[in-house]
């Protein structure tokens, strides 16, 4: 095992623009990494430079202690699972499992024990000799998954191996996967697009946007502390809401709404008047009748079962809120939104750059 350390990635496909515009990331031994951005950002890129299957254009590329920008692929000793699976139709789960091993030459013998370790991991013992269109989708990823675990490589690759699969079986491989890592501790970079799945299989997390990453951190420290406004809309469902506001008299305002609570430093030492951007998450938006904080207006309620999500048209923008349990309210209900500024989050209107968090008395951080 060994961790894989990207400096300075560049890659360009043709003559274009680059794809990958100096990509720094460490993934730690043993360590699960998730690389989550949207469609076209890069993701998959990232992971075909790592395994050698595209040349880079310009930085270096570290697996353990070896710099391998010049290694072909099967000398990097890393393992890929891919959305499609790549199973050979025609052979048996058993043979699927194994073609790795024959390729390599292993011993007969050691392909016997690692191929039956593996399917008992994976719960595969009953299937090895079924051929892979008399398996489930999920039990076909899981041979995948096993075709990768016998090589032992120095690390795992997966690129959104659970998209396609339906909604109740992804959660149950998303355990599964993250069950196996416990056990395996194999370093691990995870390519998703889902910011669910991101926050609750990646140790870290990275969001990549546009070829650029944006924030490497912990997944609560990535909700708790976006370092601009794209990461603190993209993780968090339903997203963030973002409001205009500005100061008044140095006092927070959005809307007609002006706060008594303080604003962070940085905001008051703000020497022109431009406004900001004001970030709150839905579930510290409280809808309540009395007349105190903003004005909204009920455009569509969404029943989830345990809560619900609450859209609202305020003279700020449009926002939307979780309550839990059903709404007794209705749509066209005029109420009022309130927020404990300490909850906010201030990003520049322009860069979109994280500018702090909101404070009040008595409250660090
Ligand atoms: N072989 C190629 N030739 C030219 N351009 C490419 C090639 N492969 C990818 N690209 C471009 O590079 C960019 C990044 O592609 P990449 O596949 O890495 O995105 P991704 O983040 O994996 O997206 P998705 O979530 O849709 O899989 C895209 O704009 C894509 O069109
Ligand atoms: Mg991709």
Do not use: W
């Amino acid at each position: 095992m060994a961790g894989v350390h990207l400096k300075g990635i560049v890659k360009r496909y043709g003559k274009g623009d680059p794809v990958l515009k100096g990509i720094d990331l460490d993934v730690e031994e043993s360590e699960f990494m998730v690389l989550v951005g949207p469609s076209g950002c890069g993701k998959s890129t990232i992971l075909r430079v790592v395994s050698g299957l595209e040349e880079i254009d310009s930085g270096e590329i570290r697996i353990g202690e070896r710099v391998v920008n010049d290694a072909p692929p099967r000398e990097r000793d890393i393992a890929m699972v891919f959305q499609n699976y790549a199973l050979y139709p025609h052979l048996k789960v058993y043979d699927n499992i194994a073609f790795g091993l024959r390729v390599r030459k292993t011993p007969k013998e050691e392909i016997d024990t690692l191929v039956r370790e593996a399917a008992e991991l994976l719960n595969l013992g009953s299937m090895l000799d079924k051929l892979p269109k008399e398996l489930s989708g999920g039990e076909r990823q899981r041979v995948a998954l096993g075709r990768a675990i016998v090589r032992k490589p120095k690390a795992f690759l997966f690129d959104e191996p659970l998209s396609n699969l339906d909604a109740k079986l992804r959660v149950q491989m998303r355990a599964e996967i993250s069950a196996l890592h416990q056990r395996l501790k194999i370093t691990t970079l995870y390519v998703t697009h889902d910011q669910v799945e991101a926050m609750t299989m990646g140790e870290r997390i990275t969001v990549l946007e546009s070829g650029e990453i944006q924030q490497t951190d912990v997944p609560m420290g990535l909700y708790e502390r976006p370092a601009n406004r794209f990461v603190g809309t993209f993780i968090g469902s339903p997203p963030m809401n973002i409001l205009d506001a500005r100061l008044d008299g140095g006092r927070l305002a959005v809307g007609e709404c002006i706060f008594s609570a303080g604003v962070p430093d940085e905001l008051r030492n703000r020497a022109d008047s431009r406004g900001f951007l004001l970030g709150i998450r839905p579930e510290h938006l409280e809808v309540h009748d009395r007349p105190e904080g903003l004005r909204a207006t009920i455009d569509l309620i969404e029943p989830m079962g345990g809560e619900s999500n609450i859209y609202l048209s305020t003279g700020a923008g449009r926002v939307v809120a979780t309550m839990p349990g059903i709404a007794v309210r209705k749509r066209s209900d005029e109420v009022f939104l309130r927020f404990d500024p300490a909850a906010a989050h201030f990003f520049d209107s322009r860069s979109g750059v994280r500018l702090g968090e909101g404070s009040v008395p008595g409250r660090s951080g």
